[in-house]
Structures are given as C-alpha cells and as structure tokens.
C-alpha cells in the first residue's frame, strides 16, 4: 500500500499562490494556539471503500504521532462517529453514498467544531474543491499523493495550516478570477477594515508563507504574525487562514494578478 497514491507532491513548495502551499506554521512548530502538540492526532478515516480504509489505516499505524481512532463507509455515519469520537482530523472522501463528504463537512463542524477535515479524493473538479472549502474543510489532496504524503498533510493541518495538492491550487485561483468576473458590476457589501500590517501579513499569507517566514519577512515575532492572523480571522468571522485568503481575494481586498 505504501505507493497506493502515486507520485509524491510536496505541499508547500515555492510557486503555488494559494495552495501546493500550506497556510501556517512549518511541521513541529506550536499551533496557533500556542502550545507544542503532545498527544497523538486523532484521526477518523471515512471513505466508502473499506479496503482503502484498511490502507491508511495501516499505513498511519506506523506513524507514532498519529492514532487513527475510528472509521466510516459514508457521510451519515463519519457525522455520527466524529459526535462520539471528537477526533482532531476527518480524512473523508468527497463522492460516497448515503451521504458525501462535502454534505457531511457543515454537520461534522457542528458536533465536533475542533475537528479539522481533510478531503482525500480522486475528484479534481473545480466545483467540489470550492464547495468544499465553504463547507469547512481546511485541506483538499487527490488521492494521487504518497502514503507519506497523507501522514505529512494530517500534522500540517493539526499544526493549523490549510493543505491542498498543488494540481488544484491554479484551478482555484482561476475559480475565484471567475467569481470576481461575474461579481465586478454588483455592489458589495463592504469587507470588515483591516489594519495596514494585518494587510501586509494577508498578503504574505496568500503567497503561501507559514508564520516564521512572514516574521522574517516584517521583522517581527512569529508570536506577532499568529496575533495578527487570529484577528484578520476574527474581523472577517472565518475559521481557517485558506477561507481568510478566498474572502480577500472574492472582496478585492487582495488583487490576483
């Protein structure tokens, strides 16, 4: 199974404007919260096929800072076992019966809210990958990646970056250049005002920079920069620093060139 999902992408590397890039902290750095994760992740994995399930789950066991503590064959019952179990991550497909993973996101948010939900599909449908992360989820991968991939994708959304394959991060930017198109001859709605240095770490965020970076880069604290990302979250009634990026981008806050 160890090369079950194909070649190996590298979330973060240089030259993905809004994903490829992971939006946060480099892996093993303190959370936005502030302190250094000591217990294992808990991750639930749902996906319809169970052999594939069985896949992660051995491929995750080896993982010592990883525990996989549940799983589930549709979006109804992830929503079930997300309530009783609290995980840390869903890893969840987007298309399965019953239930899809897409649908299922809102709901897991509402009986788990600290659950982060990674999507780990074959879908590479621009539609889904929006919908997606209006839903809640803060990683998108394809099912293309690497086993050692996913285990690397599960800490840097622990660790409080938004992942996404970097095969997706251009159609995303090409879907919000669309929805600025579309939205150009409407009047809207006024965005919450930003300070001038909340701006600038917006700006630097979008270009995929974690926080130690941005720090450097505005010769401050990396204390500082997870300050200012907290409360550019907080102005704009977000939850994740990708969603944080798409508002900018949707208001005109931010120009995509």
Known sequence: MADSFGPVHHPGGSGAPVGGAGFGSGAGSDTEGGASRKEPIRVLVVDDHALFRRGLEIVLAQEED?????????????????????????????????RGGIEACT???????????????????????????????????????????????????????????PSMASKLLTEFKSMIQRTDERRLVPAPRLTDR????????????????????????????????????????????????????????????
């Open 66 to 98: 990883i525990q996989v503590v549940g799983e589930a064959g549709d979006g109804a019952e992830a929503v079930d076992k997300a309530a009783d179990l609290l995980p840390d991550i869903v890893l969840m497909d987007v298309r399965m019966p019953k």
């Open 198 to 257: 909340e701006l600038e770490v917006l700006k630097l965020v979008a270009t995929g920079m974690n926080n130690r970076d941005i720090a450097k880069e505005l010769f401050i604290s990396e204390n500082t920069v997870k300050n200012h990302v907290r409360n550019i979250l907080e102005k704009l009634q977000l939850h994740s620093r990708m969603e944080a990026v798409v508002y900018a981008m949707r208001e005109k806050i931010l120009e995509i060139r």
């Open 107 to 165: 709901s897991i948010k509402e009986v788990a809210p600290s659950a982060k939900i990674i999507m780990l599909t074959i879908s590479d449908e621009e539609a889904d990958l929006y919908d997606a992360i209006k839903a809640g989820a803060t990683g998108y991968l394809l099912k293309e990646i690497s086993t050692d991939e996913v285990a690397t994708a599960i800490r840097a959304v622990a660790d409080g970056q938004s992942q996404i394959s």
